[in-house]
């Protein structure tokens, strides 16, 4: 099982050109994310599908698209690219597992993008 | 305040000690709880799930508060593989399938 993987690994854009991350996972889950990681904030959620052909907004949505393509694949697009974009973007994917009281869902990550917006 | 709260260190700690970390969350409804390690320039990797009667792992202890609403990671015996940024995960189940991270606190486990 290869997990979650990515592409690209890193990528230079500039202003205003648009682009799209590629992720796709191997391992069967329902659930995937797009988060952002810059220094000090942590990972920021961008968008999450909770299921093939469901959506839904995250904590920093705006300035970015996805499209969950299949159950597999899960892809982040950038219309026009902004400075402020800037970041490292991870795909990750995760299921649900009963547990006492609840469930419980353990996120699997992929490798990363580098994302340089010049 | 925010959502999920830990100290950023870093922790620079000699190979062998016992170094611990905490972490705050604000919403008492949260379900589940992880620690991630992440290694520099790598994506987080689970490092183990926290469970209200605790959990060991070897060298690592997870222990959950609910009343207090904290989780602590121990590390005991620290070897120099342990140096890496350690996340605090907080899962919120619902409609909307919230999950929170840390900003991580960085060990650095010194020769």
């Known amino acids: 099982n290869a997990g979650v993987t990515q592409t690209p690994k890193f990528q230079v854009l500039k202003t205003g050109q648009s682009m799209t991350l590629q992720c796709a996972q191997d391992?069967?889950?329902?659930?995937m994310y797009w988060y952002r990681q810059d220094p000090g904030m942590g990972l920021r959620l961008i968008y999450y599908?909770?299921?093939?052909?469901?959506?839904d907004k995250g904590e920093v949505p705006n300035g970015y698209n996805v499209s969950r393509l299949n159950k597999r694949e899960f892809s982040l697009r950038l219309e026009s690219a902004a400075p402020s974009q800037t970041s490292v973007y991870f795909c990750?994917?995760?299921?649900?597992?009963?547990?006492?009281?609840?469930?419980?869902?353990?996120?699997?990550f992929g490798p990363g993008t580098r994302l340089l917006v010049l | 305040r925010k959502e999920v709260e830990q100290d950023p260190g870093p922790f620079n700690v000699p190979e062998g000690a016992t170094v611990a970390f905490n972490c705050t969350y604000s919403?008492?409804?949260?379900?589940?709880f992880f620690w991630y390690r992440q290694d520099c320039r790598k994506e987080p990797k689970l490092l183990m799930s926290?469970?209200?009667s605790g959990n060991e792992d070897g060298r690592f202890t997870a222990q959950l508060n609910r009343a207090s609403q904290y989780i602590s990671l121990l590390i005991r015996d620290s070897k120099l593989s342990d140096s890496a940024t350690y996340l605090c995960?907080?899962?919120?189940?619902?409609?909307?399938?919230?999950?929170?991270f840390g900003t991580g606190t960085k060990l650095q486990v010194i020769p």
């Open positions: 599908s909770a299921s093939e052909g469901t959506t």
């Open positions: 990750a994917s995760s299921e649900a597992e009963p547990i006492a009281g609840g469930t419980k869902e353990t996120q699997y």
């Open positions: 995960v907080v899962f919120n189940s619902g409609g909307y399938q919230k999950v929170t």
């Open positions: 926290v469970y209200s």
């Open positions: 919403n008492s409804a949260s379900q589940s």
């Open positions: 391992m069967n889950h329902n659930s």
